[in-house]
Structure formats: structure tokens, C-alpha cells
């Protein structure tokens, strides 16, 4: 069963790692996607650029309204995923809490349809 990693953590403290910190985090998210690599659960995963690259769109009265950045206000932001293809939500869960941003954001796991 296929399900989503989407990682949320709060960019403006990410910001405020010094270049050591983030290397550090990149090669912990380096050992995390070779360990689902290995043993076949990973079906493909990929960082976000930051939330003031996004756009949004919404279609009102059919026509396409465009805003810059979410679309809410939140305290975190979608950062990445992880799609992985495991045997069921306890296994999903398991690896969620293995996530680097797990210890100071927030892993939603959800199922995929197929």
C-alpha cells in the first residue's frame, strides 16, 4: 500500500541554522532515503522549495485567480515527501517517525488512492 510522507516544519527556523546544522540534517535525510531504498519501500521523494516560490490557484466564476506563497496561514509549511509503498499504516507510521523533521515539525502520513 502506497503512502505519503509530507513533511511540515516552520521555514523561518530552518533559516536560522547555521550552514553546519543544515549539512548535518541533509546527510541524517541522506541515511533516512538510502534506508528505505534498501529495503525496496521508497518509491520516490523530493525537497520543496521554499513557500515564497509557490503560487496559488483558485478558479472563481470560471477564471483562474493567481496569489503568491500558501494557501493559508499556517505556523509550518510543506517542506517535501516521501511516496513509499509499504504493507500497511503501522509500517507507514513507523517510518514516518524515522523522518529527520519528525523531531521539530510534524509528519502527516496519508494513504494514496490507486
Known amino acids: ?3 505519503m510522507l509530507l513533511i511540515y516544519d516552520t521555514e523561518a527556523d530552518f533559516e536560522k541554522l547555521t550552514q ?4 548535518e540534517i ?4 541522506g541515511r533516512f532515503s538510502a534506508a528505505l531504498k534498501e529495503c525496496g519501500a521508497h518509491v520516490s521523494s523530493h525537497r520543496l522549495r521554499p513557500v ?4 496559488c490557484v ?13 494557501f493559508a496561514e499556517t ?5 517535501g515527501y516521501y511516496l513509499i509503498n509499504v ?3 503501522d509500517e507507514a507510521l513507523q517510518w514516518a517517525a524515522k523522518v529527520p523533521s519528525a523531531r521539530f515539525g510534524s509528519i502527516e502520513v ?4 490507486e
Request: charged share 30%; aromatic share 8%; net charge positive.
Open 1 to 3: 500500500m502506497k503512502y
Open 20 to 23: 553546519k546544522q543544515i549539512a
Open 26 to 29: 541533509m546527510e541524517e535525510y
Open 52 to 55: 515564497a516560490s509557490a503560487t
Open 58 to 70: 483558485r478558479t472563481r466564476n470560471g477564471q483562474p485567480m493567481l496569489t503568491d506563497g500558501p
Open 75 to 79: 505556523k509550518e509549511q510543506l517542506g
Open 87 to 89: 504493507t500497511d499504516l
Open 110 to 113: 496519508r494513504p494514496v488512492w
